[in-house]
């Protein structure tokens, strides 16, 4: 891919260049507004780890641990189980907005 000068055509005046790197970075960016829709959530009591897919238009507010049958529930201060006992929060907080309102 080429670059594309735009500048006063000769004056003294700074130019802006753009090429591949800007593409890169416009790139970057369009993929951080993607949340990740799947977490491992742990058990705390029995350890027992499971990939769940989350959902993108509500929270999780239990989750039944399939290792020991224990229900969990979000802990003090978290919106949802996710935020919690997953490797990934929940797409919301990810996206940097308030979760479940």
Same mark, same amino acid.
């Given at each position: 891919?080429?670059?594309?000068?735009?500048?006063?055509?000769?004056?003294?005046?700074?130019?802006?260049?753009?090429?591949?790197?800007?593409?890169?970075?416009?790139?970057?960016?369009?993929?951080?507004?993607?949340?990740?829709?799947?977490?491992?959530?742990?058990?705390?009591? *029995?350890?027992?780890?499971?990939?769940?897919?989350? /959902?993108?238009?509500?929270? $999780?507010?239990?989750? %039944? &641990?399939?290792?020991?049958?224990?229900?969990?529930?979000?802990?003090?201060?978290?919106? *949802?189980?996710?935020?919690?006992?997953?490797?990934? /929060?929940?797409?919301?907080? $990810?996206?940097?907005? %308030? &979760?479940?309102?």
């Amino acid at each position: 891919m080429g670059q594309i000068v735009c500048g006063s055509g000769g004056q003294k005046e700074p130019v802006l260049v753009a090429s591949d790197t800007w593409t890169k970075v416009t790139n970057v960016k369009a993929k951080a507004k993607r949340p990740e829709l799947k977490s491992t959530i742990t058990c705390p009591h *029995c350890g027992h780890r499971q990939i769940e897919q989350m /959902p993108t238009k509500a929270c $999780q507010f239990f989750w %039944d &641990c399939p290792g020991c049958g224990e229900v969990l529930k979000p802990k003090e201060g978290d919106c *949802c189980v996710f935020c919690s006992y997953g490797t990934v /929060p929940c797409p919301p907080i $990810q996206l940097g907005e %308030d &979760c479940c309102d």
